[in-house]
């Protein structure tokens, strides 16, 4: 079992940058694929990124695709997300997600095994 916490949301203006970090409990870490999902009010969780358990592998939504990177520190049991050039649209809660089962990481929510609590993400115009 792991449990996930984020951090780094927060309050930014249009075309500024933030970075969001998922730790992890536990020493099985690099057997977790990691993604990032997204939830803004009124509309369902959308997957954002995704990241293999090795790290060597990506993926990212298309909506964010450019401007957002995901990356891991398996040694420091830790996912990122860093958000550049951030859109009003961009706001929503922001979750952590680990997935057992799947080595490169799922597009689909329901994939995913655990759930950190989620970060607020604003951006305003």
């Known amino acids: 079992q792991v449990q996930l916490l984020e951090s780094g949301g927060g309050l930014v203006q249009a075309g500024g940058s933030l970075r969001l970090s998922c730790s992890a409990s536990?020493?099985?870490?690099?057997?977790?694929?990691m993604g990032w999902f997204r939830q803004a009010p009124g509309k369902d969780r959308e997957f954002v990124a995704a990241?293999?358990?090795?790290?060597?592998?990506?993926r990212h939504a298309s909506s964010v695709k450019g401007r957002f990177t995901i990356s891991r520190d398996n040694a420091k049991n830790a996912v990122y997300l860093q958000m550049n050039t951030l859109k009003p649209e961009d706001t929503a809660v922001y979750y952590c997600?680990?997935?057992?089962?799947?080595?490169?990481?799922?597009?689909?929510?329901?994939?995913?095994?655990?759930w950190g609590q989620g970060t607020q993400v604003t951006v305003s115009s």
């Open positions: 997600a680990a997935d057992a089962s799947q080595a490169s990481g799922s597009t689909w929510p329901h994939q995913y095994d655990y």
């Open positions: 536990g020493r099985t870490f690099s057997r977790y694929a």
């Open positions: 990241i293999s358990r090795s790290g060597g592998i990506t």
